[in-house]
């Protein structure tokens, strides 16, 4: 599919990166009201689904990036905006991110699309949609895109398309990019809560020989990696999860009309997450490359009505290119 045009143009302010970054999360009010439903998996621990119901025939399932959960600002403006417009949402917090700790000693990771094949296939068996569309922000747009394209021939008829914004789609090159002194504040953000996850899991798990020392000195994802990652979920090595997990050989395979909306700016993504060559040549999978918005921003002005943009391009792709009518 051809290159989409953005039209995204913010105040001057929020043509800078991580301003428009951080202003969504520090700045926003946004809020949304669900109703939760833990459900039980195949491996005896359990996912909370937060919905947010208006009474639709299409649902749009969305998943929240690295550290997030439904109460994200972007999943709950998201959640509005779309609810607005007539489609029920069901936010999927990731295992450990509901704001309790899931019972296994494995939580998530950036390639973990067994996850969201059973929460698929969970609504699909027990919810009577016409139309699913599947939403996912930063790690869980490597989700959202790896699914689409991993199980491009098996997937339900009922799975209309997808949206991905801000996505690591390369997750090696895209860790070299987090490495640099620019993403330092970030890195730091993301380490206060995932080292202490890791801590209370090696707490909980006895047998999960922790090197607290090496934890405590870990400043990259790769250290992370080595320490829990690897051996957690059986991959050879940081290089091998890299590869296995990462979404970009996936894209060419998608066969659902999907867009992934890469911000130029975005200080956490390299150059390889800059799929044109793909989007040129594919049949389902869209791309755009806005000037600017930052990860996960978008935000256009100080003023809070006037920053839908992100929300609004979402709806619009819903409706223009996967055809559900609202």
Not at 202 to 209: D, G, L, Q, S
């Amino acid at each position: 599919m051809p290159v989409f045009e953005s039209n995204f143009l913010p105040t001057i302010p929020f043509r800078n990166g991580h301003f428009n970054t951080m202003f969504r999360p520090l700045f926003m009010k946004d809020t949304a009201t669900y109703t939760r439903k833990r459900i039980t998996t195949w491996d005896h621990d359990f996912f909370d689904l937060d919905f947010s119901f208006v009474g639709s025939e299409t649902l749009a399932v969305l998943i929240h990036g690295l550290e997030g959960s439904s109460a994200s600002k972007y999943m709950a403006s998201n959640t509005n905006h779309l609810n607005s417009l007539g489609i029920d949402m069901v936010c999927f917090n990731l295992r450990g991110c509901s704001g309790e700790d899931n019972w296994l000693l494995s939580t998530y990771h950036s390639g973990k699309t067994e996850d969201v094949d059973f929460v698929v296939n969970y609504l699909l068996e027990n919810y009577n949609y016409k139309n699913i569309v599947i939403i996912g922000f930063s790690l869980g747009g490597n989700l959202t895109l790896k699914y689409l394209g991993e199980k491009s021939d098996a997937v339900s008829s009922t799975i209309k398309g997808g949206v991905a914004v801000s996505v690591p789609i390369d997750i090696a090159t895209a860790e070299q990019e987090m490495d640099k002194i620019k993403n330092k504040l970030y890195m730091e953000m993301f380490f206060k809560t995932m080292k202490n996850k890791i801590l209370e899991k090696a707490h909980k798990f006895p047998e999960y020989n922790l090197d607290k020392d090496k934890l405590f000195k870990a400043t990259k994802f790769k250290h992370l990696e080595y320490l829990y990652t690897v051996p957690v979920f059986g991959f050879e090595s940081p290089e091998d999860y890299w590869e296995k997990a990462s979404s970009k050989p996936y894209l060419l395979k998608i066969k659902k009309p999907t867009l992934l909306i890469n911000a130029k700016d975005d200080t956490f993504l390299s150059q390889e997450c800059y799929p044109y060559k793909e989007a040129e040549n594919s049949e389902f999978f869209f791309f755009e490359a806005p000037k600017y918005g930052g990860h996960v921003g978008f935000m256009t002005s100080f003023k809070p009505d006037e920053n839908r943009w992100l929300e609004h391009r979402i709806a619009r792709f819903i409706k223009e290119n996967i055809k559900i009518d609202f």
